[in-house]
């Protein structure tokens, strides 16, 4: 599949590249395997000793390895059952491995995130899923997508200080106009924004996003017949896209993936959130609700009202979606087989309370393992 490029104005490289001196640390892909072989994920067949050597022979000549598809696939999932922000680990087993390591064409990249997409999509019925491009190693650097999501709306910053559409995204909004990209002619508030793909060095290329590959469900209300005026959606597959993975010591910084969403992260954030759209005044006023005096707790009330058209909506139209009470109890599963497995379990408090009646979840009333900025393998902050 390829997907045509947008004509793009050259730029500086936009990140630091890996240094042609950054190889493997042996030691990391020798504790790699270890963990692999005692949790049983290896191939049938498979001695450690034997794999181990084949890994340092291979480091010692090149300095970095090649995974095996079983210890991709294992990284990828551990990576996911690791992150400390995620309260949606129980799935980690469920996480469908895509290996593009091979593709390096910019144009076959946007292609291939395309085909993840409509591949974790399903219609509606979301997938977990994550694609794996190729790793930075110390002749060459992988690929990047700059993209926080695969899916993001644009930002449209006016000389007011006012934006149309998304504010997170503003800054990058701007970035890819003068990259070239050119925004509808009538712009509007969820404008999808394109792929910035940077394959090599200093050569980022854009890439407009098929509207097919993009579901998005428009938000309507169980009881209020004007919510569905404000005209607003979301799009169905939350893609992250920018966080390097990193296992057994090689690190791939292009490895999008994705679960699905929790009601509550639209609803009381991406909508809600001041610095994003900012909804909650719209909503409350059109309820009624006196907004002059935060003792009416209008924003509350809006808020859960707003959460409700984003579930109510999702479910309408047959996308998966969570809710923040039954993912809680289900994070608190995920909890207990990992301790009954003799592993810890990190996660940050301040991500996995949701955002929307914190103290009715089970999640609320108990404490954890701080994360672990050393565990791996994990998905890494970006750059």
Avoid: K
Wanted: proline share 8%.
């Amino acid at each position: 599949m390829t997907v045509t490029p947008e004509r793009v104005t050259p730029t500086l490289p936009i990140y630091q590249r890996v240094s042609e001196e950054q190889n493997v640390n042996s030691a990391e892909a020798e504790e790699f395997l270890d963990r692999m072989f005692a949790e049983g994920a290896a191939e049938e067949g498979d001695r450690f000793e034997t794999r181990l050597a084949e890994v340092r022979a291979e480091i010692a000549e090149t300095g970095t390895y090649r995974h095996t598809a079983a210890e991709l696939a294992y990284g990828a999932r551990v990576a996911w059952r690791n992150s400390a922000r995620c309260i949606g680990r129980l799935y980690w087993h469920s996480l469908r491995i895509r290996d593009r390591r091979r593709v390096t064409d910019p144009a076959a990249i946007a292609g291939e995130c395309v085909a993840h997409l409509r591949q974790a999509t399903r219609g509606g019925r979301i997938r977990p899923t994550i694609t794996v491009f190729a790793p930075d190693t110390p002749a060459a650097p992988g690929p990047r997508i700059h993209n926080e999501q695969l899916i993001r709306y644009a930002g449209y910053r006016f000389e007011d200080g006012s934006v149309l559409g998304d504010p997170r995204y503003a800054e990058f909004t701007e970035q890819v106009r003068r990259l070239g990209w050119r925004p509808p002619e009538r712009r509007g508030s969820f404008d999808v924004l394109p792929l910035l793909v940077e394959a090599s060095p200093g050569d980022p290329q854009l890439f407009t996003l098929p509207a097919d590959a993009v579901l998005e469900v428009p938000l309507t209300h169980p009881d209020h017949r004007w919510f569905a005026g404000l005209g607003l959606r979301w799009h169905a597959v939350p893609a992250i896209s920018n966080m390097p993975l990193e296992i057994g010591g090689v690190t791939y910084p292009a490895a999008p993936f994705n679960g699905w969403y929790v009601g509550s992260e639209i609803g009381a954030r991406n909508l809600a959130d001041e610095q994003r759209y900012d909804l909650l005044p719209v909503i409350a006023e059109l309820m009624g609700l006196d907004i002059a005096s935060e003792r009416t707790l209008w924003r509350d009330r809006a808020l859960v009202e707003l959460t409700l058209a984003v579930q109510h909506s999702f479910d309408a139209a047959g996308v998966t979606m969570a809710d923040h009470h039954t993912e809680s109890r289900r994070f608190l599963t995920h909890l207990d087989r990992e301790e009954q497995s003799g592993r810890r379990c990190p996660a940050d408090w301040s991500w996995i309370v949701p955002p929307l009646s914190g103290g009715q979840t089970p999640v609320f009333h108990r404490y954890y393992d701080p994360p672990d900025p050393e565990q791996r393998p994990a998905f890494l902050s970006p750059d």
